[in-house]
T-cell receptor, first 113, second 114 residues
Framework: AQSVTQLGSHVSVSEGALVLLRCNYSSSVPPYLFWYVQYPNQGLQLLLK??????LVKGINGFEAEFKKSETSFHLTKPSAHMSDAAEYFC???????????FGKGTKLSVKP | NAGVTQTPKFQVLKTGQSMTLQCAQDMNHNSMYWYRQDPGMGLRLIYYSASEGTTDKGEVPNGYNVSRLNKREFSLRLESAAPSQTSVYFC?????????????FGSGTQLSVL
């Protein structure tokens, strides 16, 4: 069965600092991996996804993630945080019933001025 | 482009009341899903529908029923609401085919059961 673990329910960084949100997965088959972002009072939006091919994936808003099979990780990074990045971020893995995604519990990112 | 539309956006119920959450997508997607989101729990799948006329239970189906009325619409019904069903509910859809695991989400329904 697939599962996702996000390390840290809250992460706080200063504006301009590196953002690192951690995600580890468990999957019995080659996984498809996703990061979604949720701004306050909104639905989830896809940031980026890994399916096959290049292990470094670039997404929207300057975010990127690297698939590391040996570490079963898919950490999300951004070199320089912006105030507008404050949101909750969810890592997800495919492989559930009929194409649904298995989500981690989320990491709330705060950005301090 | 409306995408996935959910109604209502907010709802307050008393314990024991019933209600139906509506979801419609205009992207001709086959698969549709209902998730609930609770603090510290992430999103958990309630029910899903792989295609018109089929529905299946997800991780947390108890206390809910669903109807896939047609290809566009997938409704979630609470027959007798309980305080434990206070949550934010999201509907999502996915287009057919392998390698299309991206889900498109609605903006959510915030439900409080008193």
């Amino acid at each position: 069965a697939q599962s996702v673990t996000q390390l840290g329910s809250h992460v706080s960084v200063s504006e301009g600092a590196l953002v690192l949100l951690r995600c580890n997965y468990s999957s019995s088959v080659p996984p498809y991996l996703f990061w979604y972002v949720q701004y306050p009072n909104q639905g989830l939006q896809l940031l980026l996804k890994y399916t096959t091919g290049a292990t470094l994936v670039k997404g929207i808003n300057g975010f990127e993630a690297e698939f590391k099979k040996s570490e079963t990780s898919f950490h999300l990074t951004k070199p320089s945080a912006h105030m507008s990045d404050a949101a909750e971020y969810f890592c997800a893995v495919s492989g559930g019933s009929q194409g649904n995604l298995i989500f981690g519990k989320g990491t709330k990112l705060s950005v301090k001025p | 482009n409306a995408g996935v539309t959910q109604t209502p956006k907010f709802q307050v119920l008393k314990t024991g009341q019933s209600m139906t959450l509506q979801c419609a997508q205009d992207m001709n997607h086959n698969s549709m899903y209902w998730y609930r989101q609770d603090p510290g729990m992430g999103l958990r799948l309630i029910y899903y529908s792989a295609s018109e006329g089929t529905t299946d239970k997800g991780e947390v189906p108890n206390g809910y029923n669903v109807s896939r009325l047609n290809k566009r619409e997938f409704s979630l019904r609470l027959e007798s609401a309980a305080p434990s069903q206070t949550s934010v509910y999201f509907c999502a859809s996915r287009k057919p085919g392998q390698g299309t695991e991206k889900l498109f989400f609605g903006s959510g329904t915030q439900l409080s059961v008193l």
